[in-house]
């Protein structure tokens, strides 16, 4: 039945495969328009963009590039400075403790040999102050021990013959040596 | 009932219809929209069906020559115009560092120079061949999508005028393609493939010659002008059927109306896709078939 609709239709209806001449002049008008706008307009422009945009990039890229290895190099500086410097402290540090350690050591010797001075000095000064009180009381005790016996002597003699003994050999020992006065001294005063 | 007849060109036929019963309906339309003939019916005589001479109103300008103007040729024109406009708009002050708008055209242009020709044809022939085929895509894109445009309501595309003539470009630029390449050789190798036992050219190069010189550039009008055709006449099918259960089918038949205006939403947005994606497709095959002719020296 639809075949009897087409049938009856076809007739009066145009074939849609069959093209008209004005369609096939208006489409390629259509078509050499946008051709030539796209040709010679539009896509040239994009192309100079896409240009520009690369080079843009590229430019910026470099320029990253560049700084990157600016800072690298910095880095690599700024550690070998670091390094130096970390290494110069050593240095120095090192230097002061010997230094250090020296000084002490020198100071050390120093007063060792400034006490020994001293010491040395103090010595004989008590030695040449002992001389010196040796000599006096030398002489003194020899006075005295003369003046005593003298005294012991003078009161004593007459009354005991013991007494007379004693004078007799003191004067007897005085007479066989020169003795030193420490000699006589403590044997003037066991009297 | 005018609102949408004003757009489409209705022609009656009362006669043939009487017969057919409302259950039939649905199945009679489907045949027709398939089939892209003759009208559909009711069976009361007042639903008027789509026919194919939707796609040749009446002159308007130059009637009687052959540059003659009818609303179609105004749709495409206004398609270029459009195009022309948005391109130059996008690309008339480009920065390196794009605004939104820049954006969507460089997206535009960079979709079918990267995917499409840098893609198939490399660097070196895509450039060559990009304005043909950026013109090719954006003329299919843009002229397909008048078809959902409202108030234009028929794609530039669904009259053969537009669909052959692009063949006809995609059919030249391959041969040019092809002879620039390798001369006379283009056409020994597309017809007698090397390697290939010498009787077996008795077979194959009629086969070869067919499917290359023939079938290609009938493929690419019949895709295109078919699936414009057919788009253009389901949507003029559910939103005249709508218009008629709404308005003129008693009682319950008013619910279909519903669903056919839902159908017909849908098949809207559905028509956006396939005018994407037949622009993509005639696009991507003249791409391919110059790609084939470059590479057909062995």
Redesign the interface.
């Known amino acids: 039945?639809?075949h009897?609709?087409?049938a009856?239709?076809?007739a009066e209806?145009?074939?849609?495969?069959?093209?008209?001449?004005?369609?096939?002049?208006?489409?390629?008008v259509?078509?050499f328009?946008?051709?030539f706008?796209?040709?010679k307009?539009?896509?040239p422009?994009?192309q100079?963009?896409l240009d520009?945009?690369a080079d843009?990039i590229e430019g910026n890229m470099a320029k990253a590039d560049d700084a990157q290895r600016k800072a690298e190099a910095m880095l690599v500086q700024y550690t070998a400075q670091l390094a130096d410097a970390r290494a110069e402290a050593g240095a120095i540090r090192d230097q002061a403790r010997t230094d250090g350690q020296r000084i002490v050591a020198e100071h050390k010797e120093r007063a060792a040999v400034e006490a020994g001075r001293i010491a040395a000095s103090a010595k004989t000064q008590i030695e040449a102050e002992r001389q010196a009180a040796v000599v006096s009381l030398r002489s003194e005790v020899g006075t005295l021990a003369i003046d005593l016996a003298s005294g012991v002597i003078g009161e004593s003699l007459s009354d005991d013959a013991k007494a007379s003994a004693i004078v007799e050999r003191f004067l007897a020992e005085l007479e066989a040596s020169e003795v030193p006065s420490q000699a006589a001294a403590p044997t003037a005063g066991k009297i | 009932m005018q609102t949408l007849h004003c757009v489409v060109n209705l022609s009656i036929f009362v006669d043939a219809r009487a017969e057919l019963t409302a259950p039939k309906q649905e199945k009679a339309l489907l045949e027709i929209a398939v089939n892209l003939m003759v009208p559909s019916a009711t069976g009361d005589g007042e639903f008027h069906g789509p026919t194919i001479n939707e796609f040749f109103p009446e002159v308007i300008f130059f009637a009687g020559t052959n540059f003659e103007i009818n609303r179609i040729m105004l749709i495409r024109f206004l398609a270029v115009a459009a195009l022309m406009l948005v391109f130059w708009l996008g690309t008339r002050r480009m920065k390196i560092i794009p605004t939104r708008g820049q954006s969507l055209t460089e997206m535009g242009l960079d979709f079918v120079r990267v995917s499409i020709a840098e893609d198939l044809l490399g660097k070196k022939d895509g450039k060559r061949f990009l304005p043909l085929i950026t013109t090719v895509f954006f003329m299919v894109l843009f002229m397909n999508i008048t078809g959902i445009i409202p108030g234009l309501n028929i794609a530039g595309t669904s009259v053969i005028g537009v669909p052959l003539f692009l063949a006809g470009v995609a059919y030249v630029a391959f041969i040019y393609a092809g002879v620039k390449k390798s001369g006379i050789g283009f056409f020994r190798t597309a017809l007698f493939p090397p390697g290939v036992p010498k009787f077996l050219y008795i077979i194959l190069t009629p086969v070869e010659f067919i499917s290359t010189f023939i079938v290609r550039p009938v493929t690419l009008t019949l895709r295109l002008l078919m699936n414009m055709i057919v788009g253009h006449l389901l949507l003029v099918i559910l939103f005249s059927a709508t218009q008629f259960f709404f308005f003129t089918a008693d009682g319950g038949l008013k619910l279909l109306g519903g669903g056919t205006l839902v159908f017909g939403l849908a098949f809207t947005l559905f028509e956006l896709l396939v005018a994407v994606l037949q622009a993509y497709i005639f696009a991507i095959l003249t791409t391919v078939y110059i790609q084939l002719a470059l590479a057909e020296e062995h």
């Open positions: 039945m639809l009897i609709v087409i009856a239709a076809a209806q145009k074939n849609p495969l069959i093209p008209e001449l004005y369609d096939i002049i208006w489409s390629a259509c078509f328009v946008i051709l706008f796209f040709w307009i539009a896509l422009k994009m100079v963009l520009d945009r843009a």
